[in-house]
């Protein structure tokens, strides 16, 4: 008998004997093996509706902050105020899975409406004791008090408004500082003739915006943390930006990536030496290191114009609100720049404003509901410490002399006990 016979004979074995019992238990697990393909094909379409469903179930509240006639402390208040809302915690898995809880986020805004400035804070209404707490234990004379969300009336119409909007990016990697309060001498608390706050010029810029017009900026927050997927694992989870920081570090004192060795022997004498960087370096090692010594954000910029057809004014407006961002920006280390925005660079790119007017409505939905880190306006946040957050959001001293930045006119303090009844 030859090879292929016998061959063909085993087969047609196989398929009389064993063919129909692997049929019927393939039949038998064909529901375990179909809800389990779904599951998969369909688990971020749950997640996404689940978590729809539960921040609609939320209510949200914008707190306005208006400032202490005299602001003293330096930004490292501020950072004190973020550490309270460091919070990592996402909840259970149950929680997460099956009723869409997250970590929470806030929005921290500075906006300009018709040039009165004012610092707000959104957030969920049950946090908002936690955020008031944070603020009247470092800034005493500050008057904290719920408004009506300002965005909610604005409703864009091409046919009589014009509007620019962008999202801000990093020009380096998430690791590089932007250029910090501290590296423009605030947190020595100089005299206030003496002090230089990168946050003065935006400040003033938003004051001067004119009748039928409102501009708004926007840095959105959340506790970062190790979430995410380590390259090369499916299921192990590391720190991505305290890992990259790292990397740029042993990268700029020129260590071996395997080994970790932090020097280098001399021929000569055996001794080890340590790395021969320049000073340049070492200030960006050192920005680097003390970055990562504190607590990390997951950051989302987002800046509106907003105006009037006759009164829209782009060079103001479009050039202030990019020019507004670089006072935090150094060559050697970080820096902003705008990103995805709604404007094209070539009119033949959009046939008469339909996707500019559509990119409009959807940067304004997207400011409205404060959405960054989830859908349906997910983006890739960038990852900022305390220190840096503390930078582009604070509240300036006396420096700012902006007069349509509302004011405590006068400290509060309660009636003397001693008072005849």
Known sequence: ?????????????????????????????????????????FWDVWL???????????????????????????????ESVLHALHNTSDGSKFLQYWKGETRPWYSLEIISIEGQVKFL???EDRRKTGVMVALYAQFPGIEVTEREDYSRSVHFDPDTMKMFGTLFKFTKPDPYPIKTYID?????????????????????????????????????????????????????LHDRWHDDATKEVDKILMRDAKTKVAGMKDEKTGFTKLPSISKGEQDIVEAIERGMSKLPFDVGVRAIYISSKESYDTPFGVGGIISGMKHFNTENLNGFKPGDGTRFD???????????????????????????????????????????????????????????????PSKKAEAPSNLPV
Request: glycine share 2%; proline share 7%; net charge positive.
């Open 184 to 236: 423009y001498g605030l947190d020595k608390d100089p005299k206030e003739e003496f002090k230089v706050d990168p946050l003065v010029p935006l400040i003033e810029f938003l004051g001067n915006v004119k009748a039928n017009q409102q501009l708004w900026f926007q840095f959105l927050i959340r506790a970062h943390k190790d979430d995410q997927k380590k390259p090369g694992h499916i299921f192990k």
């Open 1 to 41: 008998m030859s090879a292929s016979q016998f061959f063909s004979q085993m087969m047609d074995l196989f398929q009389t004997a064993a063919l129909p019992h692997i049929w019927s238990i393939l039949i038998a697990l064909a529901p375990i093996f179909l809800a389990f393909t779904l599951a998969i094909l």
């Open 121 to 123: 804070i959104w957030t």
């Open 346 to 408: 070539y009119p033949w790119q959009d046939y008469k404003n339909f996707r500019t007017n559509r990119r409009c409505r959807l940067a304004l939905a997207a400011y409205k509901r404060r959405s960054y880190f989830y859908p349906p306006f997910q983006e890739k946040p960038m990852v900022m410490n305390t220190e840096e957050l503390a930078t582009i959001y604070h509240f300036p001293g006396s420096t700012a002399a902006t007069p349509s930045l509302e004011r405590v």
């Open 48 to 78: 996404q509706y689940v978590r729809a469903k539960f921040f609609s179930s939320l209510k949200y509240c914008v707190l306005e902050l208006k400032l202490p006639k005299d602001t003293f402390k330096s930004p490292l208040a501020m």
